[in-house]
């Protein structure tokens, strides 16, 4: 068999597996799947590099299906390459499978889950640069996307992004089969469209038909020969390519083909092809960062001030100089959020994503798939344009590490568009994800170098103004944990703060004082996973609590308490201070007095609630 039969013959054999398993499922999307099966073919063939026995092998090419939804043909591309088996094709979207109806990373040959459309290039273009500028090894990353995903935003972000970086490295394969699930595209078969943008951007590109083998030879040849820029394939396909029924025809989208036995005899039966899926040649491991010497944390007076963004840049400088797998990811704001000064002592770990949010957080996945550990900084009102990419990131079982500055009423004159306020929420929110706000410039240190080895999307807050230091540089704060820094047996409320609002807590809980009301202070700096214990032993201990949090009540620190509390025995009146206006221009400190968190209002609420509770005594 030559080698141009034997590809269309795996083409066909891609194309029947995917009508098979979709079929058995009762669900999934064949269509999809076939348009694009000569280009797999031809791809797992001759040109993937890849150790199906060793997922882990770093010299690996990486293949990402950004049209995720065609993973009836990634699964069938795995049992042509002798990954899995028949029988577990067949078992595609049942319980207990494997075989997602969107490929995730339960598989070991699959980097990161895909199926929200637009983000398989974005996180490709994270591999391709930890690939160039981290790991140093020639590994290929092919990234297979539908047409319908091209209007996302997010996808000319990471085109941009991977020109502006020269990541020649990365191939493109758009598949351009003109349908999507309710019609036609936005651009048809207009390939030249797209060629058009590519180019000009500064992509090498190669219109061709996408089910003519020796176009897709070609091309691919091309792409892997490029120097200097990223390539992109750009092939019209037919959806639904073999079979009559389907092809080209709208409202087929995400549909099991109604007669498979009969579109399985069209496309030429049920061969049983096996690919040897060439290896990567090279044995060389990733390259490695030295470390300077053990970890030491900046060191803040207790009395002084600072800001808590300047401790994280600080604190992620001295982790930088420790541990070489440490990289930093920043949108355009580095000397606001301080990861600039991880980036002037370490340039070849910082990479500036620009003002591109889902990018950032699309590459942050993309480097931990190569197992760095990425910081990626930006303001957290911002990181809310990318809560898809980082709700993804959880499904991907990511491991990344991002800070949000500027959070809340408490940046001042700078007015609600920059105030991040719905954040804790969207994290409190993500599966695996870890919520963290410190109140100071030790704590945030501390928190920051925890952050390093913690699994899952690990969140921290930061605050723009300076606030006082209260803690020692040698005290520990353990994720999980909380610190009580007011207690008696007297205590009538306890009031949680965390963040800015620590410091209103504190300042309140002496006013009270002074009226005779003995009052609790909790900093709640770990609002996921959060301290219950001590939370329900307030509760016990205290007839009210009041939480205080520089955020709107939806979702935030309040209602982490109430949640932690629920079904306790306790009966504590719980007293939620939050942003519940929107706000305006004006000092930090208006800011907080006009949401009613400051330590005025914090006084006011604590007596309110403290004069509803009968005595403990009366209990």
């Known amino acids: 068999m030559s080698e141009h039969d034997f590809w269309r013959a795996l083409g066909q054999q891609l194309r029947v597996d995917s009508i098979r398993c979709s079929s058995a499922a009762g669900s999934g999307h064949p269509t999809s799947s076939m348009s694009a099966a000569d280009l797999m073919a031809v791809l797992l063939a001759k040109y993937l590099r890849y150790d199906f026995t060793k997922p882990e092998n770093p010299q690996n090419d990486h293949l990402i299906f950004s049209k995720g939804h065609a993973s009836p043909l990634l699964y069938a591309m795995y049992r042509a390459a002798g990954a899995i088996s028949d029988e577990e094709l067949l078992g595609y979207r049942t319980k ?177 092809i096996s690919v040897t899926v060439a290896k990567p040649e090279g044995t060389a491991g990733p390259h490695r960062f030295d470390a300077l010497g053990a970890l030491t944390l900046p060191r803040y007076e207790i009395g002084t001030k600072e800001e808590t963004r300047k401790a994280y840049g600080d604190a992620l400088a001295a982790l930088g100089k420790a541990r070489g797998d440490v990289v930093a990811l920043d949108g355009e704001v580095s000397n606001s959020t301080y990861s600039e000064i991880f980036a002037k002592q370490s340039p070849d770990r910082y990479f500036e994503m620009y003002i591109a949010e889902q990018q950032m957080a699309a590459a942050a996945v993309g480097i931990q798939v190569r197992g760095w550990k990425p910081y990626a900084s930006s303001f957290a009102a911002f990181w809310t344009r990318a809560h898809d990419f980082i709700r993804m990131a959880a499904i991907s079982r990511a491991n990344i590490k991002i800070c949000g500055s500027h ?48 699994d899952g999307i690990v969140y921290l807050r930061t605050t723009r103004e300076k606030t006082p230091v209260i803690y020692s540089a040698d005290d520990d704060f353990p994720i999980g944990g909380c610190r009580v820094l007011r207690q008696s047996p007297a205590d009538s409320v306890t009031l949680i703060g965390a963040g800015v609002t620590v410091h209103e807590a504190l300042e309140a809980a002496d006013r009270l004082a002074g009226e005779g009301i003995a009052a609790r202070v909790i900093d709640l700096y770990s609002i996921k996973p959060i301290d219950a214990a001590a939370l329900r032993t307030a509760a016990g201990d205290t007839d009210a609590i009041v939480t205080i949090e520089d955020h709107w009540p939806e979702g935030g620190l309040g209602e982490a308490v109430l949640s932690a509390l629920a079904g306790d025995e306790a009966q504590s009146r719980v007293v939620m201070l939050a942003v519940r206006e929107m706000p305006a221009s004006a000092t930090p400190a208006e800011q907080r007095a006009a949401a009613g968190i400051d330590a005025e209002s914090i006084v006011e609420a604590a007596r309110v609630a403290v004069s509803r509770i009968q005595p403990a005594s009366a209990r």
């Not at 180019?199 to 070609?218: F, P």
């Not at 568009?417 to 695996?432: H, K």
């Open 96 to 272: 207990g499978s494997r075989l997602e109806g969107h490929p995730t990373p339960r598989l070991p040959w699959v980097d990161v889950a895909t199926g929200s459309l637009g983000q398989g290039l974005p996180i490709g273009v994270g591999v391709a640069l930890a690939g160039k500028r981290l790991d140093r090894l020639p590994y290929r990353v092919w990234v297979l996307t539908g047409d319908s995903e091209l209007a996302e935003g997010s996808m000319w972000e990471a085109f941009e992004h991977a020109a502006q970086s020269g990541l020649d490295n990365l191939t493109a394969v758009l598949d351009i089969n003109r349908l999507g699930q309710t019609g036609e595209t936005m651009h048809g078969w207009n390939l030249g469209y797209y060629a058009g943008r590519l180019k000009a951007i500064g992509w090498h590109t190669a219109e061709i038909d996408g089910h003519d083998l020796a176009s897709i030879d070609a091309a691919f040849a091309e792409a892997i020969s490029m120097t200097g820029k990223p390539s992109a394939v750009i092939a019209r396909t037919v959806k639904g390519k073999g079979v009559e029924a389907v092809a080209n025809k709208n409202g087929m989208h995400g549909k099991p083909v109604k007669d498979a036995e009969a579109a399985i005899r069209e496309l030429g039966g049920r061969p049983n």
């Open 407 to 454: 959070a809340g009423v408490s940046i001042g004159e700078d007015g609600p568009s920059q105030m991040g306020l719905e954040d804790i929420a969207s994290f409190r929110a993500t599966w695996s994800s870890t919520v963290l706000y410190p109140c100071d410039a030790n704590q945030t240190a501390r928190l920051v170098a925890q952050m390093a080895d913690r």
